[in-house]
């Protein structure tokens, strides 16, 4: 039987649906960044055990208690805040590189266009709508071996191994536009990834990001603000 272009334990899921902005990644936590709080309650009563009280006093908490039970406790889930709301074409481009990207470390498949089509037909995207996506998913995958010598380069105080996978792949998806996309600016790229970080990293993330790219920026022979096309 034919398990498609990834490398699947026996009931292992695709990783396609996993990974979302609303679950923050970093190193020490699921990867995909499942919450598995509870949704929190309105004034639950707690008993406890009291010391005799006056009559006066007790009638009162008979009230009080009458009053309570009168109310209905209904579950109040976490307000949910889509952080994707707003996001123009290309962001939402650079988006699905990420998550494709991402998913591509974890469990690499054995054949990348095979792997993309999956990717479309489960996530239900329509294709057209993310050519650029695609056109960074290939640049940054044939790219991997440049890519990642500068990083390692970059964070000279950083074990590569344990850089947390998500920021691994904002990083590369990064690099990749600053190095071969002259098409785009390199401080609208910095902004994005930086940007997009917030939605998929953790807070912290933020300077260490940053001051890779930067050292990059410094490092390139064409305008920051302006495209080279």
Known sequence: MN?????????????????SPEGKQGSDQNPWGNDTRQPR??????????????EDEEKEEEKEKEEEEKEVLVPVEEEQVDVE????????????????????????????????????IERELVRDD???AEELINGSVEKMDVIDKVIREKAENWDFDRIAKIDLTLLRLGIHELLHRPDVPPVVVINEIIDLGKAYSEKKSKR???????????????PARESSL
Do not use: C, H, M, T
């Open 3 to 19: 398990d498609g272009p990834w490398k699947k334990s026996d009931g292992e899921e695709s990783p396609w649906k996993k990974l």
């Open 41 to 54: 309650e309105e004034r639950r009563p707690l008993e406890e055990e009291v010391a005799p009280k006056p």
């Open 85 to 120: 709301e707003g996001w123009n074409r290309r962001r939402r481009n650079r988006s699905v590189a990420i998550q494709f990207l991402y998913a591509w470390e974890l469990n690499r498949p054995q054949e990348l266009s095979d792997a993309l089509n999956e990717f479309f």
């Open 130 to 132: 993310y050519i650029y």
């Open 208 to 222: 260490f990001l940053n001051g890779i790219l930067d050292q990059v920026l410094a490092q390139l022979d064409r």
